[in-house]
């Protein structure tokens, strides 16, 4: 079986070149969504092949090559249950909703085995679904560590494939607010660029021709002058994708150090990034459910630096912008 991108099947995946002169390692690092230093390892321990047979990281490839990459299985890992506090909005036998504060991983990593939403899940739920493997139990989708706001957490299997096809079909509506730099001078509008790693640093990713398809619908709510509230709804959910599409537009989230301004704005830590509604569909009732996780203090803070005036709370606001009662 070919395809030309993305590492879906379970034992291995064989994938068609598509360019002719492109690394090995780089070709494996893009379509596989990884870094190139994680590419170049797969490679030299033989998880590679090139046409059938093991090649080299910086070898060239032609159109029509075909590269076989082998998963091995992870290895076994203990993740432990770890009493930290977390705010769960809502929970039931099925689903979770959990507000998570800026600055927590959500799931174990190199660099951060614990610590972790799911150590923290693992902790104060009873069950979780396995679909998204032993690292990820009941992880259906992402926020950066900097970005604060509502996840849903799959506590069983059917649970999980259910929220995992509403975000697919774009059923599952995830709406975000945040401070980005300069004053938008349009009301609304959509960034429709595909995204990928960057060419040059691997940790970031990047607006690349041959990315994946990511679409984001933004709206403002607030000018400032210097700096601009609005409203950003994921139609997909690249990683970091509202931080690379409004970097995109020239008007990156504040406190952005990595895709935006190198020295931190507002007194943040941090892009100014906040998952302030989450919409969707229960997985067992098929009941409609929309949650809402109210602005942290950081973000209201960085507001007043950035000019916001006291004579409506912000949670007000927010409400008549969604329509809210």
């Not at 034992?11 to 190139?36: H, I, P, Q, S, W």
């Not at 909703?97 to 600055?103: A, H, L, Q």
């Not at 799959?154 to 975000?167: P, R």
């Not at 990047?206 to 398809?213: C, L, S, T």
Request: charged share 25%; glycine share 8%; with cysteine.
């Amino acid at each position: 079986m070919t395809q030309d991108a993305g590492f879906d099947l379970p034992e291995y995946n064989t994938l068609m070149a598509n360019t002719a002169g492109e690394r090995l390692d780089v070709f494996c690092a893009r379509a596989g969504d990884m870094t190139r230093s994680a590419a170049q390892r797969m490679i030299a321990e033989g998880d590679v092949l090139l046409n059938g047979t093991i090649a080299k990281a910086n070898q060239k490839l032609r159109v029509n090559d075909e590269v076989t990459v082998l998963l091995r299985p992870a290895a076994e890992v203990d993740i432990i249950p770890e009493n930290i506090p977390i705010n769960i909005v809502y929970e039931d036998s099925h689903i979770a909703v959990i507000n998570k504060p800026k600055g927590m991983v959500v799931h174990p990593a190199p660099g951060n085995p614990g610590g972790t939403l799911v150590n923290a899940l693992m902790y104060h739920l009873s069950d979780l679904s396995g679909i998204g493997g032993e690292l990820r139990p009941g992880i259906v989708h992402r926020i950066d560590k900097l970005t604060s706001g509502l996840i849903v957490v799959a506590k069983n299997d059917m649970a999980h494939a259910s929220l995992a096809a509403q975000l697919k079909e774009h059923s599952a509506r995830r709406t975000y607010i945040a401070i980005v730099d300069g004053n938008i001078k349009e009301d609304s509008g959509t960034v429709d660029a595909p995204i990928g790693r960057h060419p040059v640093d691997r940790k970031r990713m990047a607006v690349v021709k041959d990315g994946r398809e990511a679409v984001t619908h933004w709206r403002v709510l607030e000018r400032y002058g210097v700096y601009t509230l609005i409203e950003a709804r994921l139609e997909t959910g690249r990683t970091h994708q509202i931080r690379v599409h409004m970097a995109y537009i020239k008007h990156p989230v504040a406190g952005d150090t990595v895709y935006g301004s190198a020295k931190p704005k507002l007194g943040l830590e941090g892009q100014a990034l906040h998952a302030a509604r989450l919409e969707l569909t229960h997985p067992a009732t098929g009941e409609r459910m929309i949650f809402r996780a109210d602005v942290p203090e950081y973000f209201t803070s960085a507001l007043k630096k950035a000019g916001r005036k006291e004579a409506e709370d912000i949670e007000t606001t927010l409400k008549a912008a969604f329509g809210e009662q």
